[in-house]
């Protein structure tokens, strides 16, 4: 059992604020998801095209990873932090121009701006957690705060069911989404101004130091035939927790696009009934993330990420069968399972990289691409019958099943 502390208590302020912003950028991701199926309705696009909307979303954390990590060595966590939050605010601001003019590529130009706004915070805020204590706790850290991440992608399903499908019609739904994004707006305007009075205590990066990692398991040590001086690409474990992040992210926004989709074509369920089952789905996934930061007391993180990838693939074969109640309660199940992948590979990627965390946390959050390039195949076959789609995530779920058992380990090639 890691003996190591949590953290200190004179990162406690900073940590609890930070921990918070995993919350609200959730909100927004999450809310994306439900905008997909309104814009199917509203703006009368195919499924297909809707799936644009997480192309918008996270073809900015590919084009905004290195800026943002650029920033963050050249001025520090907090100015990232308020950099990402003015980005998110602005983001949400254009909803309202977006949804006078009634335009899907309006609405796409928000989400993009918005986005770069949650893409910098990610780049920013694991590091900055994962700095806030001792390197043989990372994990624990950046999933405990990933938690609140959970619980933020629960409330916007809630928010979405609520505000977004619960208009009585096109233009006062259209009036909903601009209402609702413009207190998002003011919300987090409102967090970079108190963050800007917030001191954050010096901080010495964890990663930086060579410590012999202990496994959370029986006292196993990870190899670390490792040059920290290297350049990234021949990090192997790095390397392949890019490869595993952009699967990961590809099964997850495929997962979440359609989820409505499915509750509304398979279960036969209203938009509204099957946005709050989705938030039920986020539920799972902070539940567990919290099961998953116990679990990492006892057991090494990456063999918790193979389990928990391993029963994704076989909840998707059950899924994809359409065996009524049986397959939906899988899709829900999915998110219980996805909730420890893209915190627990951004951990271990980080390890042993020295100086180079900054940059290396860039492109962690670049692999979100793969979000984008995926939701629109899955929305093709969607068109035909959205049960089959979910047949794609498992060739992701493969891949990190590699990252998690074999490719993790620090390592430089030669």
Known sequence: MNSAKFTEKKYIIVLSFVTSLFFFWAIALTMGDVLNKHFQNVLHISKAKSGLVQLSIFGAYALMGIPAGLFMKKFGYKKGVILGLVLFASGAFLFVPAADN????????????????????????????????????SDQRVNFAQSFNGLGAIMGPLLGGIFIFGGSGEDSSLDSVKSLYTWIGVIVLVLAIIFFFIKVPELKDPHAEEIELAEHAAGENHETVVDSSAPLWKQKHFVWAVVAQFFNVAAQGGTWAFFIN?????????????????????????????????????????????????????????????????????????????????????????????????????FLVMAMFGGA????????????????????????????????LKFYKPKTSK
């Open 102 to 137: 009634s335009s899907f590529t309006f609405f796409r130009v928000a989400l993009f701006i918005l986005a770069l706004g949650m893409a910098t915070l990610e780049t920013v805020a694991h590091p900055f957690v994962a700095a806030l204590g001792d390197e043989r706790t």
């Open 262 to 362: 499915y509750g509304v074509e398979k279960m036969h369920f209203q938009e509204t009934e099957a946005s709050y089952y989705f938030s039920l789905s986020m539920a799972m996934m902070m539940i567990g993330r919290f099961i998953g930061t116990f679990l990492m007391k006892y057991i090494a993180p990456n063999k918790v990420l193979a389990i928990f990838t391993a029963c994704n693939i076989v909840l998707c074969l059950i899924i994809s069968q359409s065996f009524g109640w049986v397959s939906f309660i899988s899709l829900i199940l999915l998110n219980l399972f996805l909730s420890v992948m893209y915190p627990t590979i951004f951990s271990l990627g980080l390890k042993k990289l020295g100086g180079k965390v900054a940059q290396a946390s860039s």
């Open 373 to 404: 390039f995926f939701t629109p195949i899955m929305g093709v076959i969607a068109e035909k019958d959205v049960a089959h789609s979910y047949l794609l995530p498992i060739i992701c779920y493969v891949i990190i099943v590699l990252f998690a």
